[in-house]
Structure formats: C-alpha cells, structure tokens
C-alpha cells in the first residue's frame, strides 16, 4: 500500500496510529501485516484505490467495532472465513462498492 499512517508497514506495533480513510489516494493491495495491529477498535479504507482481494489476517483483529472497505471498486474475491473471528464488530461493516463474489457465510448473520 502506498500509505498507511506514520507507522513502518514492515514493523508495526499493535497500536499504531491509522487515518488513511477517504483520501482517495491510496493505491495497492491491503497489507497483510494490518492483522498485527490487535489493538485496533476502526479500520477504514474507504474511497480509495485499494486492490485485491482482502487478507485472511484481518481476521486477526478481534477488537475491532467497526470495519469499512467501501467504494474501492477494486477490492474483489471471496471474503475470507477467518473474518468471522470479529465478533466484536458492533457499529458497522461495509464492503458495498467492491467486486466481492461469492455466497455470505453464516458468521455474517451476527453482523449488523
């Protein structure tokens, strides 16, 4: 990814600072090192350019609230099975925008 925060994409602390949403000049794929920042409550990628498919290792990222990937259009694939790991996803999760394919696996339904 060409931009994530202030922090080393190669060494990142599990609390890293992260803004990198709707700056609409993020360009790549998702890092799959963001499964390391365990301590993250909100991810947002939002209105970017972001590529790919999205990695297993969010999964990783039990304390998250909410998680936004919507509007990138360039995301695409099947979600992955570890992302029902986030139970602790209350507020939201948005991936509309996207090339995401497949069938909803059951661990969504808990999702609001």
Not at 27 to 41: F, Y
Not at 78 to 89: A, D, H, V
Request: proline fraction near 8%.
């Amino acid at each position: 990814m060409t931009l994530i925060g202030t922090c080393n994409i190669d060494n990142l602390p599990p609390a890293c600072p992260l803004s990198p949403q709707n700056n609409s000049y993020l360009s790549g794929t998702i890092p799959s090192q963001l499964g390391r920042l365990t301590d993250l409550e909100g991810l947002s990628l939002s209105f970017n350019r972001i590529s790919g498919t999205i990695p297993s290792q969010l999964g990783e990222l039990t304390n998250l609230k909410s998680l936004s990937l919507r509007d990138n259009y360039l995301i695409s694939g099947t979600l992955p099975t570890q992302l029902g790991k986030l139970t602790s996803i209350s507020t939201r999760m948005m991936l509309n925008g996207n090339k995401i394919s497949g069938t909803l696996s059951p661990w969504l339904a808990p999702v609001r």
